[in-house]
């Protein structure tokens, strides 16, 4: 158990529709990290968020974007799905004052039809 | 930029066998290497991170990982496997420490123990 939820933990959306996946990081952690597995493949680092601000984006398009509260819980949004946007989506918390972990959560499963 | 090479898409193994992952990395300056384990619908558990120091590192359920800067790799090794241990395994690399660092993923090892 990491402490870090995501919700929901599963989700089918149609091609063109806007979808918004929510993580709740574990207590203390102001950084939040968001990835992307698709079907047999690693994860892939779509963007972090660090005291609310943006810190880092990795190769997606603008229709991925994000949000860090100031309770530090999270959300990613994506705009214009597309099927290729079918993954499972994690997000992973981590804090200064740890061991430099990073702590995942389970995901939600995204599929676009 | 960095990358990361597992060789290896699927191996199985008979409990009680010995166990090694293979790993390369791709990075220029001094690698921060990270091996991740993710059973079915689960997130990813940290087994291990290489930062400095000692190249043989000791993580959790008695896996262990050996740097080798000549050869580029970080294989993962456990010297007897339990059926608890099939899972997928994810080796990791991230151009810098700190709890800001952003991990590059190879496209993992599925793990498979007969009995």
């Known amino acids: 158990e990491t402490g870090v939820t995501q919700s929901p933990t599963h989700l089918i959306k149609t091609r063109g529709q806007q979808v918004t996946l929510r993580c709740s990081s574990q207590s203390g952690h102001n950084t939040v990290s968001w990835y992307q597995q698709a079907l047999g493949q690693g994860p892939q680092f779509i963007f972090q968020?660090?005291?609310?601000?943006?810190?880092g984006r990795g190769n997606f398009p603008p229709r991925f974007s994000g949000l860090q509260f100031p309770n530090y819980s999270s959300e990613l949004n994506v705009n214009a799905l597309e099927l290729d946007d079918s993954a499972l989506y994690l997000c992973?918390?981590?804090?200064?004052?740890?061991?430099?972990?990073?702590?995942f959560g389970s995901g939600t499963q995204l599929s676009v039809l | 930029a960095q990358s990361v090479t597992q060789p290896d898409i699927h191996i199985t193994v008979s409990e009680g066998a010995s166990l090694e992952l293979r790993c390369n990395y791709s990075y220029g300056a001094t690698p921060y290497l990270f091996w991740y384990v993710q059973s079915p619908g689960q997130g990813l558990q940290l087994l291990l991170k290489y930062f400095s120091g000692d190249t043989l590192v000791q993580g959790i359920k008695g896996f262990e990982a050996e740097f080798k800067r000549s050869q580029s790799s970080f294989n993962l090794r456990k010297p007897s496997v339990h059926w608890s241990d099939a899972a997928e395994y994810f080796c990791a690399v991230a151009r810098s420490r700190g709890s800001n660092y952003k991990l590059t993923f190879g496209k993992g090892t599925l793990l498979t123990v007969n009995p």
């Open positions: 992973a918390s981590s804090s200064s004052g740890t061991d430099e972990k990073l702590f």
């Open positions: 968020y660090y005291r609310e601000e943006e810190n």
